[in-house]
């Protein structure tokens, strides 16, 4: 089962069930990822999202198939992402250095 499938109430992913203050707080950071506006917000934003996940990997709270797929969420999730704040940080980088030279 991918995470693409339909998850039922309750689910975060299908099959992965966690509190609701988890979930909720779970989704804001991989939504942070998505719409953030530089690089170093992206990247930002996937660490403190891969950290949560962390936290519930050394709680135990999910077994470890369900935390392999929410960082592989995770990561899919800052792929997308990246091209777009890349593209401005490197916008971003050349004024610096035109500034400056």
Not at 45 to 50: C, M, T
Not at 55 to 76: G, H, K, V, W
Not at 78 to 86: D, I, K, S, Y
């Amino acid at each position: 089962m991918g995470y693409g499938d339909k998850a039922e109430h309750g689910e975060f992913l299908p099959g992965i069930t966690m509190p609701l203050q988890i979930h909720g707080l779970l989704r804001k950071r991989i939504t942070e990822i998505g719409i953030s506006s530089t690089a170093s917000s992206c990247l930002n934003a996937q660490a403190r999202a891969k950290g949560l996940v962390k936290a519930l990997e050394a709680l135990r709270t999910l077994p470890a198939q369900a935390i392999e797929r929410l960082n592989i969420l995770i990561e899919d999730t800052t792929l997308l992402a990246e091209p777009r704040q890349w593209i401005g940080y490197e916008k971003q980088l050349e004024s610096a250095v035109g500034a400056c030279c």
